[in-house]
């Protein structure tokens, strides 16, 4: 009985190990752009990114995570989460959406990234959007007006058409 479940506890480690490997699982730590493209549903965004005017400036994890080292984590570990259900159960359909808090995300990582705008639009928007309390309604989020940022007008994972694979550098 001893060797079988040593056996077993063998057999179960070479099988993560090889789930680990070939999830690459590892490479979802790093910041790198390509470990996004290891699902094949995000070289529609990686490829319309790799062209966009972010490219060098802001990576998936600038805009897609908070910038606290703690939250980032954790943001990481949700959204790997509902990705892994989502991919192996195949229920992420044609069109991907985006969660409400992945939402918050992005909206605080652009107007992190591009406060000196903001700010003058908060000031020109103090001007003429006014709420019955004489408080301003900012209620846009920024890809509302800048839809084709960063990543262009994809629609669905079949925008970018013939698009099978990304070369990575």
Not at 2 to 25: D, H, P, Q, R, W
Not at 48 to 57: A, C, F, K, L, V
Not at 105 to 115: K, M, S, Y
């Amino acid at each position: 009985m001893k060797y079988v479940a040593i056996f077993a506890v063998i057999v179960t480690l070479g099988i993560f190990a090889n789930l680990v490997n070939e999830s690459k699982m590892l490479s979802y730590l790093s910041s790198d752009p390509s470990a996004c493209i290891n699902c094949h549903t995000m070289t529609t965004h990686y490829a319309t990114w790799e062209h966009s005017s972010h490219r060098n400036r802001a990576t998936c994890v600038d805009c897609h995570l908070p910038r606290d080292p703690f939250d980032k984590m954790l943001a990481k570990a949700q959204d790997g989460y509902h990705h892994s259900m989502a991919m192996t159960l195949k229920s992420y359909g044609p069109n991907l959406r985006i969660s409400n808090d992945a939402a918050k995300r992005i909206q605080n990582n652009c107007i992190a990234c591009h406060q000196e705008v903001v700010s003058q639009i908060m000031a020109n928007s103090a001007l003429y959007e006014k709420k019955a309390d004489n408080t301003v309604q900012m209620g846009r989020r920024c890809w509302e007006c800048h839809r084709g940022l960063p990543h262009g007008p994809t629609r669905n994972i079949s925008a970018t058409q013939n698009n099978f694979t990304v070369k990575v550098n």
